[in-house]
């Protein structure tokens, strides 16, 4: 199996900082994507980075705020969220893509999960 683990979630305040942290616990040629679930809402890819780290996807709402890093010697992918929004709020996982390396817009198959981790934007 494939076990990954979120952390570096918490509250902050509109236009505060967070670094999310996805750790796996072996190496795996996967993509790697964060995605949240907020209550109420349907849950969003958030941003998708290709396992060389060459290719990185963003959903819209973040573009700009957010940034997706690798560091492939110690299996861990960041996500660096700048200039939090209260409807940043929500759930975030990582999730490693098991049909390979490449971020998909069809076929992904997001196979393998973490437990999540609460990030909560409010003043």
């Known amino acids: 199996q494939l076990q990954l683990v979120e952390s570096g979630g918490g509250l902050v305040q509109p236009g505060g900082s967070l670094r999310l942290s996805c750790a796996a616990s072996?190496?795996?040629?996967?993509?790697i994507a964060w995605v949240r679930h907020a209550p109420g809402k349907a849950r969003e890819e958030v941003s998708c980075?290709?396992?060389?780290?060459?290719?990185?996807t963003y959903t819209d709402s973040v573009k700009g705020r957010f940034t997706i890093s690798r560091y492939n010697t110690k299996n861990t992918v960041y996500l660096q969220m700048n200039s939090l929004k209260p409807e940043d709020t929500g759930v975030y996982y990582c999730?490693?893509?098991?049909?390979?390396?490449?971020?998909?817009?069809?076929?992904?198959?997001?196979?393998?999960w973490g437990q999540g981790t609460q990030v909560t934007v409010s003043s």
């Open positions: 980075i290709s396992h060389s780290g060459s290719s990185t």
């Open positions: 072996r190496f795996a040629v996967y993509a």
């Open positions: 999730a490693a893509d098991r049909a390979g390396p490449s971020c998909r817009a069809t076929g992904a198959d997001y196979y393998y």
